[in-house]
């Protein structure tokens, strides 16, 4: 049996359980990781993130969905910079690595996280509203109406257990909306819910709205837990370089288990 000392964060919605693991001391079975994950007998949380040393940068996450699996996230992502800096293990600008590779971020005055992410190739048609598209890990975006009605749930499970996605797929829903921004909902692979956020999944719903609406960069994207802005510079060919996410991450409170 030992004691870890957990954090929990949200970032605009999407809630995580953090742990210093710069000594490489901890680790965690996906048993462990469901039941910490668990909204009724557990702490709860959409994942769980190790801050890891790294030779080559200044840290390493390691992401882990509620249900033990691992994957990149973007919202995650802007949670371990912060715990990072709160730990004084960097400063307001860092190079870390994830699940999909090398990322920087810096910590804007204010708060805000903005974080790097990979180039991004061109949306994949999938049907007269529906894209798929890679921005970490993968998405499908489905362009819809009346998004705050639609039933999420159900259209996104059949979506991220549908035979075109052998390894599965997040599922997202979006709106463009009257006053220009654009809203999304969300069905994580990994949950297996509808969550309140996602950074990849904002993004990934941002690219799509910029090639089929022709938007400009910046594009303020709505989800149930809050905003996220989306930076980016598409290319000739349709793929999206600079590609950035700003946002907010909030330490909530600490709590030590014994396991």
């Given amino acids: 049996m030992s004691v870890v000392h957990f954090y929990k964060y949200q970032a605009v919605g999407n809630d995580f359980l953090l742990v210093d693991n710069r000594l490489g001391e901890h680790s965690f079975s996906a048993e462990q990781i469901s039941a910490l994950c668990h909204r009724r007998f557990g702490i709860g949380a959409d994942g769980l993130i190790l801050l890891n ?5 200044d840290f390493r996450m390691v992401y882990h969905n509620a249900d033990g699996s691992e994957s990149f996230c973007g919202n995650g992502c802007r949670a371990v ?17 994830a699940y999909d590779g090398r990322h920087e971020a810096q910590i804007l ?37 009346d998004l ?5 749930v159900a259209e996104g499970r059949k979506i991220r257990y549908s035979k ?4 599965g797929t997040n599922a997202n829903f979006v709106e463009r909306l009257a006053d220009g921004q654009v809203a999304f909902r969300i069905y994580e692979r990994g949950v297996e819910d509808e ?13 799509v709205a910029a090639t089929r609406f022709a ?25 999206f370089t600079q590609v950035h996410f700003i946002g907010p991450a909030q ?3 600490e709590t030590r288990i014994e396991l």
């Fill in 164 to 167: 075109d996605y052998p390894r």
């Fill in 251 to 253: 330490l909530v409170f």
């Fill in 53 to 57: 040393r790294d030779d080559q940068a």
């Fill in 81 to 97: 910079v912060d715990f990072a800096h709160r730990l004084g293990h960097i400063g307001n600008h860092t190079v870390f690595n």
């Fill in 109 to 145: 005055e204010g708060g805000n996280v903005r974080v790097s992410l990979r180039d991004v190739k061109a949306p994949e048609r999938k049907g007269e509203e529906d894209y798929f598209i890679h921005t970490g890990t993968e998405h499908h975006v489905r362009l819809v109406k």
């Fill in 195 to 207: 969550t309140l956020s996602s950074g990849s999944g904002a993004t990934a719903c941002a690219l």
């Fill in 215 to 239: 938007l400009p960069s910046p594009i303020l994207m709505k989800a149930r837990g809050g905003f996220l802005l989306v930076e980016f510079q598409r290319q000739a060919d349709g793929s």
């Fill in 148 to 152: 705050d009605q639609y039933p999420v």
